[in-house]
């Protein structure tokens, strides 16, 4: 399993309404991988559209 995950690629396929597992299973990390850097992408967005 990588350690490294390319965040911008689970983002992108997060955009395509894939779930989790399916991500985590198609990059080869795992699902908590997955969670944390959506999470952290949409605290981004949040903040961003606040400001």
């Known amino acids: 399993m990588r350690t490294s995950v ?9 955009l395509q309404h894939l779930d989790a597992a399916t991500i985590a299973e198609r990059l080869g990390c795992s699902r908590r991988a997955v969670h ?5 992408w949409s605290a981004a967005q949040t ?5």
């Open 6 to 14: 390319d965040k911008a690629r689970i983002i992108q396929l997060h």
């Open 36 to 40: 944390l850097a959506i999470q952290q």
């Open 47 to 51: 903040a961003e559209q606040a400001s």
